[in-house]
């Protein structure tokens, strides 16, 4: 079996266990999964929401190509 039906399979089984047997086999893993997560602190959260807010509201946005060549720019200067 692939690792796509595998992955299908666990995804099955873990939706349909009951509680006790999901807990069961979470614990052992417990660590793994939060270290996997991401953890963004409230000045970085703070910052996308700014950015999505400013975003909604001037709806401006740039290439990654025109960025590039602003950076080239600034650096160019700066030597």
């Known amino acids: ?7 299908r399979k666990l995804h099955h089984f873990i939706d349909t266990i009951e509680d006790k047997k999901a807990a069961a086999i979470y614990t052992p893993f417990e660590e793994n999964i939060k270290n996997n997560e991401e953890d963004y602190t409230d000045e970085f959260k703070a910052e996308l929401d700014r950015r999505y807010e400013e975003y ?24």
Do not use: C, F, V, Y
């Open 1 to 7: 079996m692939n690792t796509i039906g595998i992955r």
């Open 56 to 79: 909604k509201k001037d709806g401006k946005i740039i290439t990654r190509e025109a960025m590039d060549k602003r950076i080239k720019k600034i650096l160019t200067k700066s030597k």
